[in-house]
């Protein structure tokens, strides 16, 4: 968004300044009277210059590359392949004990890079202790605090267990868990069914009322839904967010268009079930209850695609986005498993009633798997109605999408944009073009109470710290 | 649209050319080597002094209105009033002899102005042809035609029974209509099921599949459906109409969201009624099965508003707008009951696999009773995908609406465009403004095979006739 400014004036009404850098200067010319055009602008790789050193060696605009630029630019080719024919089928809804890999009796899954009990947000700790409560492994908030500090408790992020996980992203042995299958790279994804919204314990509530609901998903919803699941032979994930895509969804923070889209793929194969009518009901209408159903299944999509490139040789593209409401960390293709981190930030948006921005948590989850993937906030220019849940103005969600082509390496095929005459969404970020111009990626974002046990309290919108790109980049010239 | 022209050359390349009116001449001078800009304008009323006279008459703009324009602009108003709170509840499906006022056993209705079985064109008479055999009046499509042209078949306007049908229109009194009510003005509108895309009765198509499709709908999926709708209380179209206009749909020629939308609000009922899982399964999979399903929803909701202002004395604004195949026709809410014809026009569009402009009929159907209520061609910013359908770019979307905003005397409150920061639709279409820049409604429309028995061959955009608006505004000025 440029900053607001006075027209400029033309040549005959006096003298103007066009300022360049810090709008404070032309913050204070104006309010002198003078006439001051503020121009967003930064000088490459924020002038720092060891990383404009680096931005030489490894992303040297023109033709005559470098051995190892020509290297970094067929690896990023070979991963907008893999990104672009991922696709993702929905195939099953497990018990996450059963599928999702090194997930034992001890381990609690969560959002966002590694994170202790200690240094945990209080949404992510409530989640944590309720989940801990609906595992029979306490029988009380503080009885679940003493053991989550015990030691007895492993935590590992989502994203080293090939999951993904919505805001708190509590992935625990008992929940199921949907199963995707990319057939064109073979991997799986995993990813929670989603509750609902407001007190809902990837929020951080965790009353009897949220582990109440977490058992009636996996003793009903969630077994009964898997039947119709598999009888359905596998229901194409991929083709419903290309064509929510079409009916305004970026389907990160607006999923209507994609939880419909599923309710019609689905009721079929659950009215061909065993089911009672009664049952196809109850299970039909929480689906339908709740508009952002549809985000636990975009995500573990988005994971798909993401893991695809995890670990590609040269890569400079990033791989994995997410925040444990301390930190946000990424995870660059070319770097494997480390993780590259700043400070989560606090998110600017829409706020509940009797909530304000004095009560929102640091940014939250594994949702930003949607921006790496190519949706999500990249693909804002989809989604205009989204500001009635978000804030802002719907006039500039083209001019979002518009800044993220500039980090991105490529744009989809399959995912694309009505308003821009269907041109694809920005693809790839590419962790030398944020340096380069110092523009990091756009998250839509929901927003929890930054205390354990109320859940959210609004929705907004955000830019990811640039820090982690500069400190990967740095990384990543340093690997030879 | 504006014509495509060459940029307009700077000062330092030599002689330039500005060219108003006809393109023409622009052309020409590019045609020599020349630079001509060609500016589209028009003088006012086409450069008629007896239009122009009128217009001075009864739309004079700036503060010193004339009595009759006075009252005009009173009645324009209270119009406005009338279509913005108009509400739309589906409350009933009934046989259509049990409900729509005057159908009686020997009528058929159809779409647009008045027609005689002689003037119809092949996909109305293919149409009717199909009711009849339908209704058990013919047993073959030659009988049936031998009996419409006896004068034993009464043929009248959906539009003078408060109904409307798509396309042919043709409702016959043993088909089952939904039964659409607006509690804020006490009236009631009818239009038929939608059977599906192609081989159907509203495009002209009458064999055996079509006649045994009609006949299920009659005797199954609309007595199940009615129950459901019941049942139900009544389904808000309106709602769902304003919803659907946030995720693409323009609700004439794309209603894939609307269509989901209203799945999602009749499965309850449907899955609470005594209809059994595989009963459910047929209703709902037909539904599902067919993205226009919701047409026949949206065009009485727009019925239901527009007939709020027939009649209404001094009122400028057109209160219907349906084509026969032949001609289009409009009415003025002030002047009643009369029709103002114009041709028909042949839509630009894309057509199905191996059909083409040659077989398209003339335009056809009452569905322009969408665009006449504020939606359909008027709220094509909302959907710029529908271009996959009808053809054209997608970046052209906007400037469709922002055109139809010059012709409108309003904006709807309920009816908003997110990529206009939810400005209203153009509400409306004041015959003032029409004749005045020479400018007239866009419309979104299905393409039918012009002969008889073959059904739908694509879909696309056109504009109606401007002549029917001049002489609807002449007729206008004579009233007193």
Same mark, same amino acid.
């Given at each position: 968004?440029?900053?607001?400014?006075?027209?400029?004036?033309?040549?005959?009404?006096?003298?103007?300044?066009?300022?360049?850098?810090?709008?404070?200067?032309?913050?204070?010319?104006?309010?002198?009277?003078?006439?001051?055009?503020?121009?967003?602008?930064?000088?490459?790789?924020?002038?720092?210059?060891?990383?404009?050193?680096?931005? !030489?060696?490894?992303?040297?605009?023109?033709?005559?590359?470098?051995?190892?630029?020509?290297?970094?630019?067929?690896?990023?080719?070979?991963?907008?392949?893999?990104?672009?024919?991922? +696709?993702?089928?929905?195939? !099953?809804?497990?018990?996450?004990?059963?599928?999702?890999?090194?997930?034992?009796?001890?381990?609690?899954?969560?959002?966002?890079?590694?994170?202790?009990?200690?240094?945990?947000?209080?949404?992510?700790?409530?989640?944590?202790?309720? #989940?801990?409560?609906?595992?029979?492994?306490?029988?009380?908030?503080?009885?679940?605090?003493?053991?989550?500090?015990?030691?007895?408790?492993?935590?590992?992020?989502?994203?080293?267990?090939?999951?993904?996980?919505?805001?708190?992203?509590?992935?625990?042995?008992?929940?199921?868990?949907?199963?995707?299958?990319?057939?064109?790279?073979?991997?799986?994804?995993?990813?929670? @069914?989603?509750?609902?919204?407001?007190?809902?314990?990837?929020?951080?509530?965790?009353?009897?009322?949220?582990?109440?609901?977490?058992?009636?998903?996996?003793?009903?919803?969630?077994?009964?839904?898997?039947?119709?699941?598999?009888?359905?032979?596998?229901?194409?994930?991929?083709?419903?967010?290309?064509?929510?895509?079409?009916?305004?969804?970026?389907?990160?923070?607006?999923?209507?268009?994609?939880?419909?889209?599923?309710?019609?793929?689905?009721?079929?194969?659950?009215?061909?079930?065993? @089911?009672?009518?009664? *049952?196809?009901? +109850?299970?039909?209408?929480?689906?339908?209850?709740?508009?952002?159903?549809? @985000?636990? @299944?975009?995500?573990?999509?988005?994971?798909?695609?993401?893991?695809?490139?995890? *670990?590609?040789?040269?890569?400079?593209?990033?791989?994995?986005?997410?925040?444990?409401?301390?930190?946000?960390?990424?995870?660059?293709?070319?770097?494997?498993?480390?993780?590259?981190? *700043?400070?989560?930030?606090?998110?600017?948006?829409?706020?509940?009633?009797?909530?304000?921005?004095?009560?929102?948590?640091?940014?939250?989850?594994?949702?930003?798997?949607?921006?790496?993937?190519?949706?999500?906030?990249?693909?804002? #220019?989809?989604?205009?109605?989204?500001?009635?849940?978000?804030?802002?103005?719907?006039?500039?969600?083209?001019?979002?999408?518009?800044?993220?082509?500039?980090? #991105?390496?490529?744009?989809?095929?399959?995912?694309?944009?009505?308003?821009?005459?269907?041109?694809?969404?920005?693809?790839?970020?590419?962790?030398?073009?944020?340096?380069?111009?110092?523009?990091?990626?756009?998250?839509?974002?929901?927003? #929890?109470?930054?205390?354990?046990?109320?859940?959210?309290?609004?929705?907004?919108?955000?830019?990811?710290?640039?820090?982690?790109?500069?400190?990967?980049?740095?990384?990543?010239?340093?690997?030879?």
């Amino acid at each position: 968004m440029t900053t607001p400014h006075r027209p400029f004036p033309g040549p005959s009404t006096g003298l103007a300044t066009i300022n360049l850098g810090l709008p404070g200067f032309a913050e204070a010319v104006n309010a002198q009277g003078g006439n001051a055009l503020h121009v967003q602008w930064r000088p490459p790789a924020s002038g720092d210059p060891q990383l404009q050193e680096i931005l !030489d060696r490894l992303h040297r605009p023109g033709p005559d590359l470098g051995e190892r630029q020509r290297r970094i630019e067929a690896a990023n080719r070979e991963a907008i392949q893999r990104l672009v024919n991922a +696709q993702a089928v929905l195939v !099953d809804i497990r018990p996450a004990r059963e599928v999702v890999p090194g997930l034992d009796e001890e381990t609690i899954l969560h959002a966002g890079p590694p994170v202790s009990w200690e240094r945990m947000c209080g949404p992510m700790q409530g989640a944590v202790a309720g #989940a801990l409560v609906y595992e029979g492994r306490a029988s009380s908030f503080d009885e679940a605090c003493a053991l989550a500090a015990s030691g007895k408790v492993r935590f590992a992020p989502c994203h080293h267990h090939r999951s993904v996980g919505p805001m708190a992203g509590v992935i625990s042995p008992l929940m199921w868990v949907f199963v995707l299958h990319n057939p064109a790279h073979g991997n799986r994804a995993f990813c929670t @069914l989603n509750e609902g919204l407001g007190k809902v314990l990837r929020f951080g509530a965790y009353d009897a009322e949220v582990i109440e609901r977490l058992r009636w998903m996996e003793r009903f919803l969630a077994p009964e839904l898997a039947k119709a699941v598999r009888a359905s032979g596998g229901i194409n994930i991929k083709a419903i967010i290309a064509q929510a895509l079409q009916m305004g969804d970026e389907l990160h923070n607006r999923n209507v268009a994609g939880t419909s889209l599923f309710i019609r793929a689905i009721f079929p194969h659950l009215l061909a079930s065993d @089911l009672t009518k009664e *049952g196809v009901h +109850q299970v039909l209408a929480f689906i339908s209850g709740n508009n952002h159903f549809f @985000l636990n @299944l975009s995500m573990p999509a988005g994971k798909l695609a993401a893991d695809t490139i995890f *670990g590609l040789k040269d890569c400079t593209l990033m791989c994995a986005m997410a925040r444990n409401g301390v930190e946000l960390g990424i995870r660059v293709a070319g770097l494997g498993p480390r993780w590259f981190t *700043g400070p989560a930030g606090l998110p600017q948006g829409l706020y509940f009633g009797g909530y304000g921005a004095a009560d929102a948590n640091r940014d939250l989850g594994d949702s930003t798997i949607c921006e790496t993937a190519g949706f999500g906030g990249f693909a804002m #220019a989809c989604a205009p109605a989204i500001v009635q849940f978000t804030g802002g103005s719907a006039s500039q969600a083209p001019q979002v999408t518009r800044e993220m082509y500039e980090i #991105a390496y490529a744009r989809h095929r399959d995912y694309q944009i009505p308003a821009f005459d269907f041109a694809g969404t920005p693809l790839g970020v590419d962790i030398r073009k944020v340096v380069e111009r110092g523009s990091t990626p756009y998250i839509n974002t929901g927003i #929890a109470h930054r205390q354990p046990g109320i859940g959210q309290v609004g929705a907004g919108i955000l830019r990811a710290p640039l820090s982690c790109f500069e400190e990967a980049l740095r990384a990543f010239d340093e690997l030879e």
